[in-house]
């Protein structure tokens, strides 16, 4: 058994998240950490709602509430739609917890006292018509190393270049369009430069990494700058040094927070669960973690802050970059195991844009459909190495050909016959060549499927598993049980209809991680009673140091099926099913086509 950290993305939460975010960080995080668990390993999965920054101001301020009422209203929404998905966090929290600044801040003291914070003189932007400053993100312009026009002032997304947004050629304002003005303001930056040999030689040694990631990574190696990690804000976390820690002016800003979450998401989940101290089974570098495992799950334009920017921190509080020093109070923490990037999710072939109503957002999805439904969308045509495009075609065409035809229509039809003819799971007798033919394709699937989706292989991995489904209805189609009526076929007609069943259980368990929900019916139908894809729950806490309570995602993840296959039973009793999913209309596509362009 191995500690297995699943650091997923926090959202941030400014709004609704559609469905192209949870294609990135909520599904595949999941399905791995379900198999992990099923597997027999101790995961600690966690995350939370990104609650400061700018943008937060900004929205907040269009909307006439505080950033705290903003983060509040979304904070809840978020959690409601990733509960709804099924994702089975041990801990998703948010980053205004007291807990939470706590953490920043020991992190932020460590880096300074060790010399990889340090304050400098630039130049800030600001908005002519407000004085209010302008967020990095929320300046555009033209990028002055590749000429991409629509470069944001804190990178490039077309070269991947870290900018600061005075580089911009023609900047302007996102807000309103206007020039801001650059005007001399003191803040501290994190010496990346001090970084960069420590985090070539670990890059060096990742081995299975997705490609792209790993040479995106590399390539940010060969210019690191000084990076600002405070901003002229209200609000944020405050900077933990005498004669900044009481300004209102000044703020760390959230790209150096957020990334944090992760450790303190994983200490807050270890103070509510009795044992203050068990985080450090997954993050200590000596000692209770050193052989832990611990992998990041994002979209691709979070690679720069996982695979360079969080791995700075932790060398830095370690004590481990060129100008060495001493570990903070938490000790040596490790660093990730593995980056795991998708790339994008688009929609009818435009890129998701709220403001341009080319968007599905969750909560919007699972109300007219079901979560499994998109689950499997996710896995078997997400954007696990390359960009893909959502269309309600393919949505349509998945679901009925593959999710209703394929696995619902063997679940469907072995239960019924057997509930028909038997009332019960039937005793097999003797086995034919066929027969164990197809138990030992169910049974090799589970070391198949496993190890894929153990190196991120999700869409390969699921594809294994339909493949189980297709030779369980094809041995079906070709035993035809239900061509044997008469008495002394009865035993064979009970053979089939035994060794069917089996593989549907065998099979039903293979793909648990993927389609939880639907799992637990069809064990159900199968007779089993309990818990076999547990779920999250939602529940209402008190902040563990006196701030406001909120919703977290939590659950018990320790019941449930294991990675394996476990003998039917015969003579459990069973009913006649029904289906598990649902069959979509063609009409689906236009209704759908139309609200997207209404």
């Not at 300004?247 to 450790?263: C, E, H, Q, T």
């Not at 089993?528 to 406001?548: K, N, T």
């Amino acid at each position: 058994m191995s500690h297995v950290l699943a650091a997923v993305a926090w959202p941030y939460a400014n709004g609704p998240r559609h469905i192209g975010h949870v294609s990135g960080f909520g599904v595949p995080s999941d399905v791995f950490s379900r198999y992990m668990r099923m597997a027999g390993h101790d995961v600690l999965m966690v995350s939370g709602t990104d609650e400061h920054g700018t943008p937060i101001q900004v929205q907040a301020d269009a909307d006439g509430v505080t950033p705290r009422e903003l983060a509040d209203r979304y904070n809840r929404v978020i959690v409601e739609d990733l509960h709804g998905l099924g994702l089975s966090y041990d801990l998703f929290t948010r980053t205004t917890t007291r807990n939470h600044y706590a953490v920043v801040q020991e992190l932020f003291g460590a880096l300074h006292r060790n010399g990889y914070i340090v304050a400098r003189t630039t130049l800030g932007a600001k908005s002519p018509s407000t004085g209010r400053t302008l967020p990095d993100r929320y300046i555009e312009g033209t990028c002055p190393i590749c000429g991409y026009e629509s470069a944001r002032g804190d990178q490039c997304d077309n070269c991947g270049n870290q900018l600061d947004p005075e580089q911009l050629i023609n900047p302007r304002s996102k807000i309103n369009g206007e020039t801001p003005e650059f005007v001399e303001t003191e803040h501290f930056f994190l010496d990346l430069p001090a970084f960069a040999e420590a985090i070539g030689n670990w890059l060096d040694q990742r081995e299975n990494w997705r490609p792209n990631v790993l040479k995106f990574s590399r390539n940010l190696l060969d210019d690191l700058q000084p990076r600002a990690i405070t901003r002229d804000l209200e609000w944020g976390v405050p900077i933990p040094l005498d004669g900044w820690r009481d300004r209102n002016d000044k703020r760390i800003y959230v790209w150096f927070d957020a990334v944090i979450g992760y450790l303190s998401a994983s200490i807050e989940w270890a103070r509510r669960s009795g044992d203050p101290e068990a985080w450090r089974k997954w993050w200590s570098a000596d000692g209770a973690g050193k052989d832990s495992l611990a992998y990041y799950f994002m979209g691709k334009d979070n690679i720069v802050f996982h695979s360079v920017i969080w791995p700075a921190l932790l060398l830095g509080y370690s004590g481990e970059g060129d100008k060495g020093g001493e570990p903070g109070e938490l000790g040596r923490l490790n660093l990730p195991t593995e980056v795991v990037s998708s790339e994008y999710l688009t929609m009818e072939g435009k890129k998701f844009s709220s403001s341009r109503r080319v968007v599905i957002y969750v909560r919007d999805f699972l109300e007219r459909y079901d979560a499994d439904a998109l689950r499997y969308f996710i896995a078997a045509a997400g954007p696990e190495s390359n960009d893909t495009d959502f269309t309600w075609a393919e949505f349509v065409r998945r679901n009925n050909d593959e999710l209703v035809a394929g696995w619902g229509n063997l679940v469907n039809r072995s239960i019924s016959m057997a509930a028909k003819n038997f009332g019960a799971i039937p005793e097999a007798g003797e086995l034919t060549a066929e027969d164990e033919a197809l138990l030992a394709v169910a049974k090799a699937g589970f070391g198949t499927v496993g190890e894929l989706i153990a190196k991120h292989r999700q869409k390969a991995a699921i594809g294994e598993a339909m493949k189980v489904v297709a030779e369980a209805n094809k041995y079906l189609s070709e035993q035809a049980p239900w061509k044997l009526k008469s008495e002394e076929d009865k035993p064979r007609q009970a053979t089939i209809l035994h060794v069917a069943l089996q593989v549907v259980s065998d099979a039903n368990t293979i793909l648990t991680p993927f389609l939880p929900h639907s799992a637990q019916k069809v064990f159900e139908l199968l007779g089993g009673e309990g818990v076999h894809a547990p779920m999250p729950r939602i529940d209402e806490v008190d902040d563990l140091d006196g701030g406001p309570s909120y919703p977290v995602l939590r659950g018990d993840y320790t019941v449930g099926a294991r990675w394996e296959s476990v003998p039917l039973v015969a003579g459990t009793p069973m009913s006649a099913p029904k289906p598990v999913f649902k069959k979509l209309e063609p009409s689906v596509i236009e209704e759908e086509l139309e609200r997207l362009g209404s």
